[in-house]
């Protein structure tokens, strides 16, 4: 399978090359050059099938011509080596729980498996076994995700740049303490800075030819494509449970519209989801564009579910490129909401008190879409993107109550963090790569 760029002024390049290049040379986003549709018998028996066997199907195709079978089934399998449970809240609502990996986020599942595929095709490339360097800059949770994903892999290096003093503990912790392959830079700098020494770094001809250097970000096929696994998961979850299937709604808490983009792409595949909530925080500009039809970017508004806070969705290409840019066909399938932190808020307290289940605040957003957005005769699902004990104070604060930080992020406290400290300077950050 090629994939075309949304911006069509380049030529349609391999999956190997999407994966190692990211982003288009005309700066387009990658995409699918056909859409396949997986035949109705494995809706049948998609519901006695686990989330490992359904992304194997998912993956090999979609994957398939690119990657060799037994690699593939290896990569799929070691990438979700842990559960994607859906859990009744109330009502006809459920949430599909994507915090049970490493770092307690959803971006778990598209970091693992980029980081799996580019060590593969890094081996495939390369018979001398040369390094492929990561560099990755972060505010936050964007660097755990993706400093655990590749923990490990052979053959690939990543090296994590976050700004010193204004990344909390816990994120801190997250990748500052892996070790191995792993290196985590403390920038004296803004995270701007940081996203600056990475950008001049990709510039930098002398750089890169002496090192082979890629991104992991959240744009690539890699990291997007295998989101949409666990919409087929959810719904032969629901299926499993005896479940109506014939009215499903599934409501995503949505910043740069990755994930909600992969699970539009599972449903021209087949997957028989009625219809998608785009869940917005204040930074509403999708909510804006299905009201108006008019698309206008606008800086981020900082906000409690701040992985959300998006003033111009890097994959809104992604959504009018499946739509043919009708505005019509896109709110045929998709509709908005939007919420203040007050209201978000205020989702997370009632719905702890009425339910018992704990929203993260990302969650809460989707899971109020549904309050407000779902028929009787359908049935909702959310996507909980995030353990809510990663959003502790704020979510201890709301609920008036302390909660206990799960075993697996305590873990991270309690280990040596170890980074390599820089100022701001490109020169400082080249002379360290050339010398690693
Ligand atoms: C990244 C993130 C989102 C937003 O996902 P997109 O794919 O960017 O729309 C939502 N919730 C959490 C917890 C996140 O980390």
Not at 189 to 197: I, M, S
Not at 229 to 252: E, P, T
Not at 306 to 330: C, E, I, K, Q, T
Request: charged content about 20%; glycine content about 8%; proline content about 4%.
């Amino acid at each position: 399978m090629q994939y075309y760029s949304t911006n069509g002024n380049t030529p349609k390049v391999s999956l190997q090359t999407a994966v190692v290049k990211g982003l288009a040379a005309d700066r387009g986003l990658f995409m699918p050059e056909r859409i396949p549709v997986l035949p109705r018998a494995f809706f049948n028996n998609i519901g006695e099938m686990s989330l490992q066997d359904i992304s194997y199907v998912v993956a090999n195709t979609l994957f398939g011509d690119d990657i060799e079978d037994t690699t593939l089934k290896d990569i799929v399998y070691d990438t979700l080596n842990f559960d994607i449970p859906l859990k009744y809240v109330t009502g006809n609502k459920y949430s599909l729980e994507l915090f049970h990996g490493p770092t307690l986020a959803f971006k778990d599942v598209g970091a693992r498996f980029m980081a799996r595929l580019l060590g593969y095709f890094n081996k495939l490339s390369n018979g001398d076994g040369s390094m492929v360097n990561v560099l990755v800059a972060t505010s936050g949770d964007t660097g755990s995700a993706v400093a655990n994903g590749f923990l490990g892999v052979p053959g690939v290096r990543v090296f994590v740049l976050y700004p010193q003093g204004k990344v909390s503990r816990i994120q801190e912790a997250q990748f500052t303490t892996l070790g191995q392959n792993i290196t985590a830079i403390e920038v004296n700098g803004t995270f701007d800075d940081c996203q600056a020494l990475v950008k001049n770094a990709f510039m930098d001809e002398e750089l890169n030819a002496h090192m082979k250097l890629t991104s992991a970000n959240s744009i690539n096929v890699a990291r997007f494509l295998p989101q949409m696994f666990y919409y087929f998961y959810a719904y032969a979850q629901l299926l499993k449970r005896g479940q109506d299937v014939s009215n499903i709604v599934v409501s995503v808490p949505s910043g740069n519209f990755g994930n909600i983009t992969a699970g539009l792409i599972g449903k021209r595949m087949g997957l028989p989801i009625k219809r998608f909530i785009a869940a917005n925080n204040s930074n509403d500009i999708f909510f804006q564009y299905l009201k108006t039809g008019v698309y206008s970017p606008k800086s981020s508004i900082a906000t409690i579910a701040n992985a959300m806070d998006v003033g111009d969705p890097s994959n809104f290409a992604r959504v009018l490129d499946l739509y043919r840019h009708s505005h019509d066909a896109v709110c045929a399938e998709i509709s908005g909401y939007t919420y203040t932190d007050e209201q978000i808020a205020e989702t997370v307290a009632e719905t702890y008190k009425n339910t018992g289940y704990l929203l993260d605040p990302h969650g809460a957003v989707a899971y109020r879409s549904l309050e407000e957005g779902l028929e009787p005769e359908e049935t909702g699902i959310f996507l909980e993107t995030a353990h809510p004990a990663k959003f502790k104070a704020t979510v201890e604060a709301v609920i008036g109550e302390e909660m206990d930080i799960p075993d697996k992020l305590a873990a991270f406290l309690n280990r040596d963090k170890k980074t390599v400290k820089m100022n701001s300077g490109f020169m400082s950050f080249k002379n360290y790569l050339m010398s690693v």
